[in-house]
């Protein structure tokens, strides 16, 4: 079933790490012959144009063995896959439906939907660093520059005696 976009829903973003369903996006067909490096800059750069993004996740992919006589295509053929995780779930499902298909790697089309495997359920997602919740407050909150000093403390205004 197709998730509905509805502009007028409210997205509540937790500052905890990501761990609920809908958030993580599965991504196929990323050609094995591009530096890794490379990979990840076109898919943080395409992601991140529908909402901040918590992980890219390309997962290191084993060479098959030297004396291999299988029919399987060269490791450079194979194609790989990357976890793109949000922190918003409306993100994650906007980015789903505007890039599948239409998002191209060195001109192959890629497949993303919404990864169905989950971790073990917790009854708590751990916090976020500090460095994390600043981010996700600028991107949410229009904020740049959090702080966690005290950079001036003003006495408070005279306001009068009630009399």
């Not at 084993?62 to 993100?91: C, G, H, I, N, W």
């Not at 239409?102 to 089309?109: D, I, M, Q, T």
């Not at 994390?132 to 205004?157: D, H, K, M, T």
């Amino acid at each position: 079933m197709e998730p509905v976009l509805d502009s007028r829903q409210v997205d509540l973003v937790p500052f905890r790490r990501p761990a609920e369903p809908g958030k993580c996006l599965y991504i196929t067909g990323i050609p094995a012959s591009l530096p890794r490096e490379e990979k990840w800059d076109q898919l943080q750069r395409a992601f991140s144009a529908h909402g901040l993004l918590y992980e890219v996740y390309l997962p290191t992919v084993k060479p098959p063995p030297p004396l291999s006589v299988t029919s399987d295509p060269s490791p450079q053929d194979r194609p790989e896959y990357a976890l793109v995780k949000f922190y918003s779930q409306r993100a994650a499902a906007v980015a789903q439906k505007t890039l599948n298909g239409r998002l191209f790697v060195s001109g192959k089309a890629l497949k993303v939907q919404l990864a169905t495997r989950r971790a073990p359920p917790s009854l708590h997602s751990p916090p976020l660093h500090i460095s994390r919740c600043q981010e996700l407050a600028n991107y949410y909150l229009g904020f740049n520059g959090w702080s966690v000093q005290i950079i001036s403390l003003l006495p408070a205004p005279n306001t009068g005696q009630l009399g």
